[in-house]
């Protein structure tokens, strides 16, 4: 079956836009996550998700960031006012209670 | 709080060469501890974990065992090849426990096989 997809896989912004990452999970997996890899880093947890709710989002770096999943599949992070130092892969993964399957990633690029 | 510690890199060998990356941790209780690998151009897969202490996690060739005295979970083969060549991360579930929660990552060892 499908794996986790991300959208777009490239994403080159100015300074001050907004952004949008969609993550499609794998069907029928209710927990879903949020990641961000800077570069030559490990990813760093942003927020995750059981259902619709929001169970954790002590990852967030401040209130630039925000993400949604309001029909408990598709998630959506958006990023205010974006800064040079967002730029980074942003990464969504998925999981049934058990292992956690990472997509494929977003590379954001802020100029 | 809980944090993972890998050794530096990046590590080149030659195929068939022996291979260990080093991970300590530091965690709440005991929690279980995974290696994940990325393949260039491909997304973060587990490559093997462990879930309590003395456990040996296996998959591939790739072998790493849970110590709890040292609180490390090194990864070991005894024979790499050129298709090895990837980015390996430690990684360990926060607050603890068995569950596969948020999971907090080391920042990466980048390995090159030489044929």
């Known amino acids: 079956g499908a794996g986790v997809s991300q959208t777009p896989s490239n994403k080159v912004t100015e300074k001050g836009k907004y952004v949008e990452l969609r993550c499609d999970p794998i069907?029928?997996?209710?927990?879903l996550y949020w990641y961000r890899q800077s570069l030559g880093q490990g990813p760093e947890f942003l927020i995750y998700?059981?259902?619709?709710?929001?169970?954790?989002d002590s990852g967030l770096p401040n209130d630039r960031f925000f993400a949604v999943r309001p029909e408990g599949s598709v998630s959506t992070l958006k990023i205010q006012r974006t800064e040079r130092g967002d730029s980074a892969v942003y990464l969504c993964?998925?999981?049934?209670?058990?292992?956690?399957?990472f997509g494929p990633g977003t590379r954001l690029t802020v100029l | 709080g809980d944090s993972v510690t890998q050794m530096e890199g990046p590590v080149t060998l030659s195929e068939e060469a022996f291979l260990t990356i080093n991970c300590t941790y530091t965690?709440?209780?005991?929690?279980?501890l995974f290696w994940y690998v990325q393949y260039p151009g491909e997304g973060l897969q587990l490559l093997l974990k462990?879930?309590?202490?003395?456990d040996k996690g296996s998959n591939k060739g790739f072998e790493a065992t849970y110590r709890k005295e040292t609180t490390s979970f090194h990864l070991e083969k005894g024979s790499v090849q050129v298709s090895d060549s990837a980015v390996y991360f430690c990684?360990?579930?926060?607050?603890?426990?068995?569950?596969?929660?948020?999971?907090?990552f080391g920042q990466g060892t980048i390995l090159t096989v030489h044929p």
């Open positions: 993964a998925s999981s049934r209670a058990g292992e956690q399957f």
């Open positions: 069907s029928g997996h209710t927990a």
């Open positions: 998700f059981q259902g619709t709710g929001a169970a954790d």
């Open positions: 965690a709440t209780g005991y929690p279980s």
């Open positions: 462990a879930t309590k202490a003395d």
């Open positions: 990684a360990l579930p926060h607050a603890g426990g068995t569950s596969y929660g948020k999971l907090t």
